[in-house]
């Protein structure tokens, strides 16, 4: 299958901060430049214009607070769906043992193989390869599982081929949750809209006053910046900082070693 990817993808997690700062500062710039302009040649009431500056940052902390739950909610997912992995492999393996031979040697060696696929994909990062390489492994079990089920139909068959259809359907859940669902592109372009405005208006509030800038304005930039990379890192299928645990496979791919 060909890898799901959003645009945000293709932006390392160090440009898109610098951009995020960037593109902040000078929006917090332009809009103290031209509140300082306005307050020279016609003063305006800072308390409404405060108000609206409240709301538009509410919107934007909002919708912030969205997306990250959002994101939260799905990495929580992509580590339960190992969990759930890890406990059908080892089910699948066990009843692959009580298999008839030569179907029973064939499917133990091709589980073990399927672990060590799928750990070494996610720790090397090849998560094309380890995708298409766990599907064929699947396509080889399910022969192996329906010559044992025409030679010897037994309920033993019969429980084997629950546990490993199961094993195939949680690797379509981890697809789809580390892959597939997403945060979709319409909210990243409304959150960085959002952000534009939200410094912008800060910093005309700021000029209004004819005051000078605030170095707290600059904490402002870089708090917002950080949460919204927090939320890249969280949506991506590798994370770099924020990674899913693997421990639950490793460990079961330990337990499998002869």
Sequence with gaps: MTLHTEPMDAVPLGLLLALACGGSAIALELGYRYGLR?????????SSVGTMVGAILALFAFLLAFTFSSAGTRYEARRQ??????????????????????????SLKLIREYVDVRVEGVR?????????????????LWIEAR???????????????IALNEMIDIHSTR???????????AIWLG????????????????GITGTRRSPVMI????????????????????????TVSQDAMINLQSSMKP
């Design 38 to 46: 306005r307050h020279r040649k016609q003063p305006e009431q800072e």
């Design 81 to 106: 769906a190992v969990l759930d992995e890890s406990n059908a492999i080892g089910t699948t393996y066990l009843r692959a043992q009580m298999l008839h031979e030569p179907q029973r040697a064939a």
């Design 124 to 140: 090397e990062r090849r998560i094309e390869q380890t995708i298409a390489r766990s599907e064929k492994l699947q396509a080889a």
């Design 147 to 161: 010559k044992e089920a025409e030679a010897h139909p037994t309920p033993i068959a019969a429980h084997y081929n």
């Design 175 to 185: 697809v789809h949750v580390g892959i597939t669902n997403r945060v979709p592109t």
């Design 191 to 206: 959150l960085f809209a959002l952000s534009l405005l939200g410094m912008a208006s800060v910093g005309y509030q700021s």
């Design 219 to 242: 904490v402002l930039v870089l708090a917002f910046a950080s949460v919204m990379c927090l939320i890249a890192d969280l949506d991506r299928p590798v994370s770099a900082f924020v």
